[in-house]
């Protein structure tokens, strides 16, 4: 305290440390296997890093880059939008590169919202949804992702995201594939959206982060949808795509009055994002379809691996149709609170898992759901259902 008051102003009180920080740490500290955080324990492309070494070397991006970014990557990230989706945008006008998913979140957030505006986000979200939505001075709206046992996936309520819409909604934050679920929206849930979002006049910041890590279904960007053009704010990032979540480098495409709203932010936020390895990224994302196909394949089969264990095991699973998580329920251990059992997984078998509780608003809604993360080696996922089975006995 000084001067009477918190350091720390209003609008981040209560936001601590991250969970993804305390889990990782938590694992250092125990010596277990890090099945919280999701980052892979296997490097991506050799050519890729290799890339960002030459680049480092020539000289290229050491010194700041243009503030959008450099142009060989805003051109890669145009033409893999027109590539994988037909959508078309001005690499100059219409694509912004950041430090991150991350930063384009926030400076989403801060260059759309008026103190006062509401967002509507899927709950359980991404944490840093809410911290950027507090800082910008907006306030979160969850609409519920329900658990179906029938399908083993979690769910979106049209009509709960219909009714959460009122008069303050400024925009809905959108994330597909849905971190931490796996739920992939389907083609009819974001018409759904699109509807909406055109009728009501909202805005759409939608994060894709996953958009490769679609194991069934398809990924389908929410800017493709008639009328949705012009009000969706589309952000990806190659930590997740290329297995270097080290290196933030992320990226925005919208229309070019959004990319200006973005990117007016995102200046005086990290006025440029870190230059050798944005070339390094260009290439990638010009990398063969067969890189995309077999990392998928790869994912899909450490998909099953973890959660043919975890079920074995004796948790109840929810079958991921995207990204590289998979949430479990802990009820059947007798177990109902999924923080606690977290804080304790190291202790009592030498693993760490993130507790989806703290993805909630609603107490009750994730009290029991417990997340890991398969983007790990073969061995250590086989090795960490080892050490889980303990947990049943
Ligand atoms: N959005 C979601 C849904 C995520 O899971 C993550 C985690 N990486 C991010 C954004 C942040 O991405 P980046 O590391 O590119 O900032
Ligand atoms: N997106 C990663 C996850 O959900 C974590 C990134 C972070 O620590 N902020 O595990």
Redesign the pocket.
């Known amino acids: 305290m000084t001067q009477g008051r918190p350091l720390l102003n209003r609008r981040l009180a209560g936001f601590g440390t991250t969970i993804f920080a305390e889990m990782s740490a938590l694992a250092v500290r125990t010596g277990s296997l890090n099945l919280g955080q999701?980052f892979p324990d296997t490097d991506g492309p050799d050519e890729i890093r290799e890339a960002a070494v030459r680049a480092l070397r020539d000289g290229r991006g050491n010194q700041y880059p243009p503030g959008p970014g450099v142009p060989e990557l805003r051109t890669a990230i145009a033409d893999h939008q027109l590539r994988r989706y037909g959508l078309t945008h001005d690499p100059d006008t219409e694509v912004l590169v950041t430090a991150?998913?991350?930063?384009a979140?926030a400076a989403a957030m801060l260059a759309l919202l008026e103190p006062g505006d509401e967002v509507i986000a899927l709950e359980p979200y991404?944490d840093?949804y809410a911290a950027c939505i507090a800082m910008a001075g907006g306030t979160r709206v969850p609409v519920t992702l329900r658990p179906d046992r029938d399908t083993g996936t979690f769910r979106l309520d049209l009509g709960e995201l219909r009714a959460a819409v009122t008069p303050r909604t400024r925009l809905i934050l959108l994330?597909t594939p849905h971190?931490p679920t796996g739920t992939v929206l389907t083609r009819e849930e974001l018409a759904a959206v699109a509807t909406l979002a055109c009728e009501r006049d909202l805005l759409v910041v939608t994060?894709e982060?996953?958009e490769h890590l679609v194991f069934e279904g398809e990924h389908i960007p929410l800017a493709s949808f008639p009328g949705m053009r012009e009000r969706t704010v589309s952000i990806s990032?190659a930590?997740?795509t290329f297995s270097f979540?080290g290196w933030?480098v992320?990226w925005v495409t919208a229309s070019g009055p959004l990319v200006s709203a973005v990117r007016t932010a995102k200046q005086y936020l990290t006025y440029v994002s870190a230059g050798p390895f944005q070339y390094a990224i260009a290439e990638a994302l010009r990398l063969p379809d067969s890189y995309f196909d077999s990392f998928r394949a790869d994912l899909r089969r450490k998909r099953d691996l973890l959660g043919d264990g975890l079920r074995a095991a004796g948790f109840e699973v929810y079958r991921p149709r995207g990204t590289y998580f998979i949430t479990t329920d802990i009820t059947p251990f007798g177990e109902k609170d999924a923080y606690a059992f977290c804080r304790a997984l190291p202790e009592r078998c030498g693993v760490v898992a993130i507790p989806n509780s703290v993805f909630y608003d609603d107490p009750d809604a994730g009290r029991s759901q417990v997340r890991f993360t398969f983007c790990k080696k073969d061995d250590v996922l086989r090795e960490a259902v080892d050490r889980l089975r303990g947990l049943a006995s």
Request: no cysteine; charged share 20%; proline share 0%.
């Open positions: 999701g991150g998913a991350t930063e979140i991404y840093s994330n971190n994060d982060v996953y990032s930590g997740k979540t933030k992320g």
